[in-house]
């Protein structure tokens, strides 16, 4: 008897092996959904006064607005934009991306997805990394915030027997986190750990009504006074991590996560596109508590809007 596939609406009730066995019609079916689910709508007009284009000469998926006669297909205005890769493969790669708790490398992709060319699966995945970027808004944090950095870089070069500093005082990329108890995270590359920058991040992220609790770093010694909940820390030089309710291991746990998709996964992510990865391991750490489909969702309803061009990324700092 020939397998037929379970005929899934959504992209939230699959499993992977279900958004492999899509055909690419099925896939822009859904990919319209999500972007439109009260119906198609022109991203230059915003008009739902559309024709599908059904013609010989007409490229599969086309859409005419009959409002101010712009065609287009649902990667217009989206980060999958002028994309020679299937849909098919483009939702495959949402949902593996979302999947894999620890990430999935560029090169991982490229043989799942069976594409040709290793810089076609880095720049889809950057893309997707786009598409789970969430920036916060003032107050965005609350209840109790904890607040940690850490740094994140590649390992010392073979050959290199140079002593390497560890923590404060390496010459890795310093990340910052601030996440709530049972909650949400915001991550970010900083220039620096000084005072001045981890407090007005708290102060431009986390609700006034808060509690802030950190380790000992001086650099958050005052802020306590911007919070109704005060500043609470714990003392991990003396090898304290917990001094009441005062801890900060929602953070480790985060950054565990973090550092074991850079080592694991990635191998080595240069401060250049740092966010971005940020970005992914936040979106991850925000939607836990979903499925992997419906992850997958989620990183789709993000896509409109945002752009990311293969000569912006490797381009050079200025």
């Not at 007005?200 to 009504?209: F, L, Y």
Request: aromatic letters at 8%.
């Amino acid at each position: 008897m020939r397998y037929e596939p379970p005929k899934f609406t959504k992209l939230s009730d699959m499993a992977y092996i279900d958004v492999c066995r899509l055909t690419e019609d099925q896939a822009r079916i859904i990919l319209e959904s999500i972007r439109w689910p009260d119906g198609i709508k022109c991203p230059k007009c915003d008009s739902e006064n559309i024709t599908k284009l059904k013609t010989v000469i007409a490229r599969d998926g086309l859409i005419q607005c009959n409002t101010c006669r712009k065609q287009f297909t649902v990667t217009v205005g989206t980060v999958m934009e002028d994309s020679h890769i299937t849909l098919r493969q483009w939702l495959q790669a949402f949902h593996s991306m979302s999947a894999h708790k620890k990430g999935v490398s560029a090169l991982q992709l490229q043989r799942d997805l069976g594409l040709k060319a290793y810089p076609s699966a880095w720049h889809l995945a950057h893309r997707i990394r786009e598409a789970m970027k969430c920036d916060p808004i003032a107050g965005a944090l609350g209840g109790i915030v904890e607040v940690d950095e850490t740094y994140v870089g590649g390992k010392p070069r073979k050959g290199d027997d140079k002593p390497r500093k560890r923590g404060r005082g390496t010459k890795k990329a310093p990340v910052m986190l601030m996440v709530e108890r049972e909650g949400k995270a915001v991550s970010k590359p900083v220039e620096s750990i000084d005072g001045h920058t981890l407090k007005t991040a708290i102060r431009e992220t986390v609700d006034k009504e808060s509690t802030i609790m950190t380790d000992e770093l001086t650099s958050y010694s005052g802020i306590g006074n911007d919070f109704t909940g005060g500043h609470k820390t714990v003392n991990h030089s003396e090898g304290q991590y917990v001094n009441g309710d005062a801890s900060t291991n929602t953070a480790e746990s985060y950054f565990a996560l973090l550092k074991r998709g850079v080592y694991g996964t990635f191998h080595h992510i240069s401060k250049k596109h740092l966010g971005r990865y940020c970005n992914e391991f936040s979106f991850r750490w925000d939607n836990r508590g979903t499925s992997d489909g419906q992850r997958a969702e989620n990183v789709v309803k993000g896509i409109v809007g945002k752009k990311l061009s293969y000569d912006n990324l490797v381009k050079k700092y200025v």
